[in-house]
């Protein structure tokens, strides 16, 4: 009888999330090196979605900086008015990359569970400590493209007040 596994591999349960065999009674420690890669992989994905958010975000403010220098310069409220696509596109770009970024934290979520209930470890909880602090929940309300991006309050409040501020100034009379 051939007992090489890898001749005759156990049944993977398709139910199983981690794809455990069927009837396996232990997650291994080669496992538990896979989560970890895994999560800090993961983690690091999200950190460097935040850093080109914050591009984005810089080059919003900049241009809009630039549509206002305009608007004082050329005394032309129309300016200002037009200069509102400006943060409109940089508000929509922003959050499609925030919704992308949000992909990602169901799995950061699930590998904590994995590594704090069946590993007994007390850490990485960088999500779920970053979510307890701020007292956010880690299953959103509401999910989509719309909620996750477009109307996260991370992402839209620069925007709202840059197109507020711009509008403001189209009012005035030079």
Known sequence: MNTNVMSSPSPIDPQTPSGLAVGHPKRSEFELNLLKQEYFFLQTTVEDYNKQIWVIKALGITATGVVVRMVLK?????????????????WILESQWKHFQRGFYPRLVEI??????????????IFTGWSRTFKRSNIPKRQGYLWD???????????????????VLS???F
Not at 112 to 125: G, V
Not at 149 to 167: A, K, M, Q
Request: hydrophobic content about 50%.
């Open 112 to 125: 904590e569970e994995i590594l704090t209930q069946e590993f007994n470890l007390r850490s990485p909880a």
């Open 74 to 90: 050329e005394k032309q409220n129309s300016i200002a008015l037009i200069g509102c696509a400006i943060p409109l596109f940089f």
């Open 171 to 173: 009012l005035i009379r």
């Open 149 to 167: 991006g477009l109307l996260n309050r991370s992402v839209c409040i620069t925007y709202l007040l840059e197109i507020g501020f711009l509008l």
